[in-house]
Each structure stands twice: as structure tokens, then as C-alpha cells.
Nanobody, 124 residues
Framework: VQLQASGGGLVQAGDSLRLSCEFS????????MAWFRQAPGKERSFVAA????????IYVDSLKGRFTISRDNAENTVFLQMNSLEPEDTAFYYC??????????????????WGQGTQVTVSS
């Protein structure tokens, strides 16, 4: 399985960005997809996850209402729509995947496959 994240960039506070992560190497619909982020000097943290058919969506509480995870199973792609960005959202954003087992992992250890990350920088 390979994951390729894109869509990061430098934006101003209040702007929006949409990150994309292209999946290849297996059947996309078998995998739960997630986004994590890692800010400078901090540990990687969970952002959101979405089950293969989209029936289960989990967000970290602090980002509910601003971030939306979605997936296009026909295009083998997962997205993260980020609105009303704040300087505190500055981080490397990573997409992750794991075979769906009926539960949503919220830690890095729960995912076997990772993309290379895309940098999001929000200026004040």
C-alpha cells in the first residue's frame, strides 16, 4: 500500500485548505483512512478517521466543525477539508491507512500505512 498526500501550503488565518491523499496498492474499500498531524516539537496526533463505506467518522473533539474528512472510493482518495484555519493548525499532516476491522483507531499504532506528509502553515 502506498499513500501520497498533497494540498498543503502557506495560508492566512481564516483561510481554507483541502488536503488529498491518494491510495494505491490494494482495494481502497477495505481500508479505514485517517489523518494525523504533527506540529513542531510535538508528538503526532489524531485528527480524523473514516471507515471504508463512510458510515463511521471520528474527529478529535477540538477540530469538530472546522475539519471534515471524506473519501471518494471510485478515485481511491481521502480528503481533509480544513476551514477557518488558525496558526495553531500549523503542522505536517499525514494520511494513514489500515485494514478495516470494525473499530476506529485513534493512535498512530493503529495504522500500518503512512503517507509522506504535507506541510500546512497558517500565518496570523
Amino acid at each position: 500500500v502506498q499513500l501520497q498526500a498533497s494540498g498543503g501550503g502557506l495560508v492566512q488565518a481564516g483561510d481554507s485548505l483541502r488536503l488529498s491523499c491518494e491510495f494505491s496498492g490494494d482495494f481502497f474499500f477495505r481500508y479505514i483512512m485517517a489523518w494525523f498531524r504533527q506540529a513542531p516539537g510535538k508528538e503526532r496526533s489524531f485528527v480524523a478517521a473514516l471507515s471504508p463505506r463512510g458510515s463511521t467518522t471520528i474527529y478529535v473533539d477540538s477540530l469538530k466543525g472546522r475539519f471534515t474528512i471524506s473519501r471518494d472510493n471510485a478515485e481511491n482518495t481521502v480528503f481533509l477539508q480544513m476551514n477557518s484555519l488558525e496558526p495553531e493548525d500549523t503542522a505536517f499532516y499525514y494520511c494513514a491507512a489500515d485494514l478495516w476491522r470494525g473499530v476506529v483507531p485513534r493512535t498512530s499504532q493503529g495504522y500500518d500505512y503512512w503517507g509522506q506528509g504535507t506541510q500546512v502553515t497558517v500565518s496570523s
